[in-house]
């Protein structure tokens, strides 16, 4: 061999020798790298429960990890979503919010502990009308209903849980849309309303889906109408208000988010799931049982209805808080 070959093969060793040594940019751990956490801020058993619930058996094969409920009721869904917006930003913890925790929480005077800006949208998972059932031996259809109670106004009740509660937002705009006027009567949540309604306490109600139509499948209270867009599959014979004017959808929602600064390609992976999970009948026939429709979505289209959502609500939700009972 000649002297110059013998040189480029020294040359070509030496420089194969040193890119070897160098370290290669390290590769990006795949996402999830652990199980996923969902908190929920309300009880189990309730309607944002059973969303949760639904998506995470549905994504937990996609993502190739457990994903995991944890309930952190209270405060009227604030500490759940405290604990969201204090965790790691990594996507291994999510919050499954309503439409209580960030569409009217934040219009209200009081201070919070979070912001909407502390959370990265992933997917709007559902929307949810709300029922307004009365009790037995009122009239069973909408029109009779108002006509009953134009002719004694104030005189019928129903029930809320509270006046900025999405639930008496709801039947502000069925109420005030078909223009009669009933007696609020303030609780602490759905189960005692219920009570009193089948019990013969309370005239009426207006409460989300399954609340709604379990009262109905009692034999002993019937649901008048719906506040939503579309007609519920399960009472396909009975009315939305916004049939009989317009102004008078009121629906709840529900929704995963992450912490802000979680990486986007995580916000990404886990959308991704998320709509995959959504294509699947089960989910959707699951959903459909509670009253829930389906909706889906990037990231983007999510951060735009929350937008929306809160500018659409605020002039009601104001007025209501001014003149809450304090």
């Not at 925790?101 to 009081?110: A, F, H, I, M, V």
């Not at 029930?159 to 303030?186: C, D, K, Q, W, Y």
């Not at 929602?253 to 699947?280: C, D, Q, S, Y």
């Amino acid at each position: 061999m000649e002297r110059r070959d013998v040189l480029r093969a020294a040359t070509a060793l030496a420089l194969g020798g040193a890119a070897a040594a160098r370290p290669r940019p390290a590769r990006a751990a795949a996402f999830p790298t652990r199980p996923v956490t969902i908190v929920v801020p309300f009880p189990p058993g309730g309607s944002t429960d059973v969303a949760a619930r639904t998506m995470a058996d549905s994504m937990a094969p996609l993502l190739g990890q457990p994903v995991i409920i944890e309930n952190k009721p209270g405060a009227q869904t604030i500490i759940g979503a405290e604990a969201v917006a204090r965790a790691a930003p990594d996507g291994h913890t999510l919050l499954m919010s309503s439409g209580t925790t960030l569409t009217l929480n934040p219009l209200l005077p009081d201070r919070l502990p979070y912001k909407p800006e502390d959370f990265a949208p992933v997917v709007l998972v559902s929307k949810l009308p709300f029922a307004v059932a009365v009790k037995s031996g009122l009239p069973k259809t909408i029109p009779e209903f108002v006509a009953l109670a134009k002719k004694q106004p104030g005189k019928l009740n129903y029930g809320s849980n509270g006046p900025t509660s999405f639930n008496n937002i709801a039947a502000i705009v069925a109420f005030e849309g078909m223009g009669i006027r009933l007696t609020e009567v303030t609780y602490r949540g759905d189960s005692q309303q219920l009570t009193d309604l089948l019990g013969g306490t309370l005239d009426a109600i207006v409460v989300g889906g399954s609340s709604g139509l379990n009262a109905h499948r009692s034999g002993r209270a019937h649901i008048i109408g719906w506040t939503g867009e579309q007609r519920v599959a399960a009472t396909p014979d009975i009315p939305n208000f916004s049939e009989f004017g317009p102004n008078m959808v009121a629906q709840t929602w529900f929704g995963l988010l992450a912490p802000a600064r979680t990486p986007p390609e995580a916000v990404a992976a886990l959308n991704a799931a998320a709509l995959k999970a959504m294509e699947a009948q089960a989910l959707r026939e699951r959903l459909l049982a509670e009253a829930q429709y389906v909706a889906g979505g990037s990231p983007e289209d999510f951060a735009t209805f929350l937008r929306t959502e809160m500018e659409r609500w605020r002039p009601l939700v104001q007025r209501l808080a001014a003149t809450a009972p304090r």
